[in-house]
């Protein structure tokens, strides 16, 4: 079933993975983020849920809202992702492109050359406000985005040794993705007994993704990609995907606290609009685009202007996919100052930096992510959506799969106050465990380029500097002005798929090679022997080595009332 199941890709695959990685409102160890939003956060390594000591656990853990000052904090995140695919040739592709290939290794295996996504950084805003309502009762009112990364940019040619231009290599995984989203969320904590807090959060989010990658205009053996392949982009959003979170948190004595924290969101379920480009990577010839009947050149689906009344317009696509449930539990153990004087209403004040000497936590993560077996992904079938210039038309089933495993994490990390309520250095680390499935050979035959699924291991570290404006009697008291700065490194292991057995398969615009129809098990017998999915080529697209690296800076401003 999984072998069947791997041929069900297309231009369509990486959109959605793009929205994924925006939509996805999880934390923890969800495949589709990383280590944390915030300054704090990141520079311990994640390891905050017990500390949840600023307005970012409006969504982290809200119970932390409970006894935090009334602060108003912007922070951003700026991703440096480098993800590389060293594509591996298929023994049964035939495609024209062979003037890209490197020479055979010792194996006998051919590869083209190795591309990556270098872009820069995109910044990953977080503005949030917490309210200190009474002493046991608080709210937070937080907009942020997940942590990942927006934009990813492949290159859409590589040259060969004598300077020709191809299609490069990665172009059935992704050539473009751009992604934007926004989760407002509010939240409120309380503490009806000393020492034991409560919180919940409610999300709402607004997502809007672009993406690009080639397909195959017809399925053939022999294609020249240059003449065949055609550029595809789909626009896809929704306007509110809700969702929650509940924590506690529990002072078990004055140097130990517990927390736990849990996550649920609905499913993103949308539609999906598409815009092909024929003739796309043939230089210097006019390229056909399926849009050429909507006014000012609107983004819409295919629509030709001889296509039959039905089969064209906008949002004829669906997308739908689950978000992984996730939860984590942490241990906080902390040096109080002593002689501080928290009695009464101030008892109930938590400001880690003002009352303790140090502390350290470890957290315990888990991300349900085997929910994401797959991403439905649906276009209309009694009307096919044709292909502008040439003979073929999207395909009906494009579901895409992703067989992910459930992840692990762990992380630890820890504050040290150099200088009481002035000055706060921190270090931290995490590892999480692989996302992408296994076979028994030890390949992954699922992976892609859209989210980095590798095991990671992080290394941060930050500091806080607070510069008070009005004192107070105590010192968790009065106003400040706080300036954060964070840095992340992760390491993730490489992902390899050497085996032709299974893998992606990459979309075609007619069903079956050579122009012959699925037989009476709905698959399409090709001349290398194998059985595909129609619509699907004969060979794997995503064969070889995908790489990835990540450094995130975090720099922030709050001001304390």
């Known amino acids: 079933m999984k072998a069947q199941m791997a041929g069900r890709t297309g231009f369509v695959l990486h959109v959605v993975a793009a929205l994924f990685t925006c939509a996805g409102m999880a934390r923890a160890s969800n495949v589709t983020e990383f280590p944390d939003n915030g300054s704090e956060q990141m520079g311990r390594g994640g390891a905050w849920l017990a500390r949840a000591s600023d307005p970012l656990a ?3 853990n809200p119970a932390g809202l409970a006894g935090q000052p009334t602060r108003l904090t912007l922070q951003v995140n700026m991703p440096f992702l480098q993800t590389c695919f060293h594509r591996m040739r298929d023994p049964n592709d035939s495609t024209q492109d062979t003037a890209l290939l490197q020479p055979p290794n010792g194996l006998g295996q051919q590869y083209y050359p190795n591309v990556c ?9 977080s503005l949030g406000l917490t309210i200190r309502a009474t002493p046991r009762l608080g709210i937070g ?26 299609p490069a290599p990665e172009r059935y995984l992704a050539t473009y993705a751009n992604t934007f989203y926004l989760e407002p969320t509010v939240g409120v904590g309380w503490e009806p007994v000393d020492n034991l ?10 997502a809007q993704a ?8 017809n399925n053939g053996p022999t294609e020249d990609p240059r003449v065949n392949d055609i550029k595809a982009t789909l626009t896809t959003g929704t306007t509110f995907v809700p969702g929650f979170t509940v924590g506690t948190l529990w002072s078990a ?16 379920d949308t539609s999906a609009d598409v815009k092909t480009f024929a003739n796309y990577f043939n230089l210097g010839q006019p390229v056909t685009t399926g849009s050429s009947a909507l006014p000012n050149g609107a983004m819409g689906s295919e629509c030709p202007a001889s296509a039959p009344a039905g089969n064209c317009g906008p949002g004829l696509g669906h997308v739908k996919l689950p978000i992984p449930m996730e939860a984590k539990i942490g241990l906080r153990l902390h040096k109080p100052r002593p002689g501080l004087g928290l009695e009464g209403g101030a008892q109930h004040r938590r400001d880690p930096m003002a009352q303790d000497i140090w502390d350290v936590s470890v957290d315990f993560t888990w991300a349900n992510d085997s929910a ?19 003979p073929g038309a999207v395909p009906a089933n494009a579901s895409v799969p992703h067989f992910y495993n459930d992840v692990l994490g762990v992380r630890n990390g820890g504050d040290y106050n150099a200088i009481p309520n002035r000055l706060a250095i921190r270090v931290g680390t995490f590892f999480e465990s692989q996302a992408a499935s296994t076979d028994s050979k030890g390949n992954t035959p699922y992976m892609a380029t859209d989210f980095v699924a590798g095991a990671r291991i992080g290394l941060a570290l930050g500091a806080t500097l607070r510069i008070p404006v009005k004192r107070d009697v105590l010192p968790t008291e009065g106003g400040a002005v706080e300036f954060s700065l964070g840095y992340m490194h992760m390491f993730v292991t490489d992902l390899n798929n050497i085996d032709p057995a299974d893998g992606i398969h ?29 619509f699907r080529s004969s060979w794997i697209a995503n064969l070889g080595t995908i790489t990835n690296a990540l450094d995130v800076i975090n720099v922030g401003a709050s001001y304390r009332f």
């Open 58 to 60: 409006t969504m982290y």
């Open 117 to 125: 996504n270098d872009l820069g950084t995109f910044p990953v805003p």
């Open 141 to 166: 009112l937080l907009v942020t985005a997940p942590s990942g990364t927006g934009v990813q940019a492949w290159p859409e040619f590589t040259a060969t040794s004598s300077g020709q231009l191809y």
């Open 197 to 206: 807090r409560f919180g919940a959060s409610f999300i709402g989010g607004i």
């Open 210 to 217: 672009t993406f690009s990658n080639a397909s195959m205009a």
């Open 253 to 268: 004595s004055p140097m130990l606290d517990v927390a736990a924290w849990y996550k649920w969101s609905a499913p993103v």
């Open 372 to 390: 994401i077996d797959y991403l439905t992904i649906t276009f209309p079938s009694a009307n096919p959506i044709p292909v502008a210039g040439t």
């Open 506 to 534: 990459a979309l075609a615009g007619t069903a079956c090679e050579s122009g012959s129809a699925p037989g009476s098990n709905g698959l399409c017998a090709n001349g290398s022997g194998t059985q595909t999915q129609p």
